[in-house]
């Protein structure tokens, strides 16, 4: 198997959709074999694989987890979920199904916490119902149609009209000019005190071999300062971190969002599925109300659009709730030395 595989077995069974072994049959269907061998995957590796930290980059070495250098194959939010969804499934094993139900599997029931699971009534309608799995629960039965609306509800939450994007992005470049020049003077006070450190070192050197500091003096101190110059190092790979362009990512997050919702507009249920796991996790329903989570990055875009239309309600000539947007400078970097 290759990277490209390993990354799809994950985004599959991220959706809920598959158990174990549909997921190795599936793998089948598309080719995965071994690269050495050429043969078929057995379901076992398939769970190893899913649970296994190296994947988003972590590794355990004598019962420790260590952090790798390598590059993830997928991201812990992608891996946390799997584990989500294995966890879910173990604890609710409804058999198997004859249907692929849009939200079964990521809905639980907000008066028990159990899963909510789809059934067909009068060969037609679809309802979703809590699994009982703990005891008689009060919680009601759903319709389908009201669960898609009440999803297309959240999703659109996070979807800013066009002048309020032009607003935020507008604040975004201003604010990147100003970060951008506090970076780039904060990086040269960095350089010139690893450079001042860096003449020291040599300087004394010089005077361990004229004979004017012994070495133990020399060992002491040369330590000291290279373990200064290995924190100003760090000071600058991190200001180099926090330096990328925000501006950019802030712009395609905002345009992420926007077509979240024109796609959830559009698409059939499975696919509207699959947009509510990249956007939500951990909803639930109770008394005929949906409770969903955002992941992150979502939940910032919907808490500012939310408090941008009640600012834009009560003061109609400002322009914008944007403070959320903006980038915050470490306290680190702002510490001098």
């Avoid at 080719?31 to 994947?55: A, D, E, T, W």
């Avoid at 005891?135 to 149609?145: D, V």
Wanted: glycine share 6%.
């Amino acid at each position: 198997m290759v990277g490209s595989q390993i990354r799809q077995l994950f985004e599959w069974y991220a959706t809920g959709n598959y158990s174990l072994l549909e997921l190795t049959r599936k793998s089948h269907k598309e080719g995965f074999v071994y690269r050495k061998s050429n043969q078929k995957i057995h379901k076992s590796v398939v769970h190893k694989i899913l649970k296994n930290p190296v994947y988003y980059g972590d590794f355990c070495w004598a019962g420790k987890k260590y952090r790798g250098i390598h590059e993830p194959l997928v991201s812990r939010e992608l891996f946390d979920r799997i584990q989500e969804v294995m966890g879910e499934k173990g604890r609710h094993k409804t058999g198997q199904q004859k249907h692929s139900w849009a939200f079964q599997g990521l809905l639980s029931c907000g008066h028990c916490g159990c899963a909510m699971v789809a059934e067909i009534k009068k060969k037609q309608y679809v309802y979703y119902h809590c699994t009982g799995n703990k005891g008689k629960c009060p919680g009601k039965w759903a319709r389908e149609e009201e669960v898609a609306r009440q999803f297309a509800q959240v999703i659109s939450a996070i979807k800013m009209d066009n002048e309020v994007m032009g607003w935020i992005i507008a604040a975004l470049k201003e604010s990147h000019a100003d970060t951008k020049q506090y970076h780039a003077d904060r990086m040269a006070t960095l350089l010139a005190q690893y450079e001042k450190l860096e003449r020291r070192l040599d300087a004394m050197y010089e005077d361990k071999l004229d004979g004017r500091i012994d070495q133990n003096f020399y060992d002491r101190k040369s330590s000291a300062w290279k373990n200064e110059q290995d924190d100003i190092l760090q000071k600058i790979e991190k200001l180099q971190t926090a330096n990328r362009s925000y501006l950019d990512e802030g712009v395609k997050l905002l345009e992420l969002a926007q077509r979240a919702v024109i796609l959830y507009e559009n698409q059939t249920e499975q696919e509207k599925r699959r947009i509510i796991n990249f956007v939500c996790s951990n909803s639930s329903w109770k008394d005929g109300r949906l409770y969903a989570n955002y992941r992150q990055p979502f939940d910032i875009l919907a808490e500012n659009n939310m408090a941008n239309k009640k600012e834009m309600a009560i003061f109609p000539q400002k322009n914008g709730h944007f403070e959320n947007w903006l980038p915050e400078q470490d306290s680190n970097l702002r510490q001098g030395g």
